[in-house]
């Protein structure tokens, strides 16, 4: 190879390794998307709203929220796998959504494990399981009593097949040696109010759908599906302490394509933290019954990876198949 034939490469070369860089330093020049696979009002897009408004004054750009509900969360995950890799569309979503739909979807237009790579554990969301005021328990203790004096006699409402509700019943079941028959629901709009008209007898659900009816009396608060106890209700005890290591709070998780620049990556990594971790966002996180992590890329993949571990052995146990 000839001199100028060797400069002319090591310049290319050099230009290609460049090119990152520089469009991490330019970022971001525009508005970014941030996608949410469910409806308008559900715990993932609670989140990204609250996020999303203090990300745009760190990164000087607008963050629009847009939701893209179906096909278990398929359809949000297919918009930011047929986008470009430049960091510019990215979606907050449960990691439930991504180790459930590629179990019960046979058809995808995306892989979850090549298509996307984590940004951002923006926190974690436990479930509390609550019994109607009429079922006659009011401790866990005495529920898991209840459940083996009589089995298949009580019931739980879930917000429908595969859901993270059922799949935490499920295992639930299995690990308290239970048999509590299974009721689903479409939505958790749906599977509450049948717990407070008494039709279902229990039912895992968010602290903020369950605060007003606990208040009341009409609905009772026995435990909570995460490995710790919840700063909302610190006297609530985990199925982490009679299951061991039973932990099914769920991640709410920022992906971004597959190829998008590291340093970009890197970069929105780090906005979110700093912005999860801000008193007013911590303070409204809480509120929705998040608790805020703020992780970087690399706990994401180990959060998402032991996760979806969890998640599909209570899947296989609850005999989901794709439709």
Not at 31 to 59: H, K, M, N
Not at 112 to 130: N, Y
Not at 180 to 195: C, K, Q, T
Not at 262 to 289: H, I, N
């Amino acid at each position: 190879m000839t001199a100028s034939r060797l400069f002319t490469a090591c310049a290319l070369a050099c230009a290609a390794l460049a090119a990152p860089l520089l469009h991490a330093q330019d970022f971001p020049s525009k508005p970014i998307r941030l996608i949410v696979p469910y409806s308008p009002g559900g715990l993932p897009d609670t989140v990204a709203r609250i996020v999303s408004q203090q990300l745009q004054e760190t990164l000087g750009q607008s963050v629009v929220v847009e939701n893209k509900p179906g096909g278990g969360g398929s359809v949000a995950a297919g918009v930011l796998a047929q986008s470009p890799a430049d960091g510019y569309t990215l979606l907050l979503t449960d990691g439930p959504m991504l180790a459930i739909t590629p179990l019960v979807v046979k058809k995808m237009s995306y892989n979850p494990e090549k298509d996307f790579v984590p940004v951002s554990l923006v926190g974690t969301a436990p479930l509390f399981l609550a019994v109607n005021a009429s079922v006659k328990a009011n401790t866990l203790d005495e529920l898991i009593a209840l459940g083996k004096a009589a089995p298949g006699q009580m019931n739980y409402g879930s917000s429908g097949l595969g859901s993270i509700h059922h799949l935490t019943a499920e295992a639930m079941n299995h690990g308290l040696g239970i048999a509590v028959a299974h009721v689903p629901f479409r939505g958790s709009a749906n599977s509450i109010p049948a717990l407070v008209g008494g039709q279902v007898d229990m039912a895992f659900a968010s602290p903020p759908s369950l605060m007003g009816f606990v208040k009341s009396g009409r609905v009772k608060l026995l435990a909570i599906n995460s490995s710790k106890r919840s700063p909302l209700a610190p006297d609530v005890p985990t199925l982490g302490e009679r299951i061991p290591g039973f932990d099914f709070a769920f991640n709410l998780a920022v992906l971004a394509k597959t190829g998008t620049p590291p340093p970009v990556v890197q970069r929105l990594s780090k906005e979110f933290a700093k912005v999860v971790r801000l008193p007013e966002v911590v303070q409204k996180l809480e509120t929705a019954g998040v608790e805020p992590v703020g992780g970087s890329s690399a706990q994401l993949a180990t959060a998402l990876r032991l996760e979806t571990q969890r998640v599909q052995v209570a899947a296989k146990r609850a005999d989901l198949k794709a439709e």
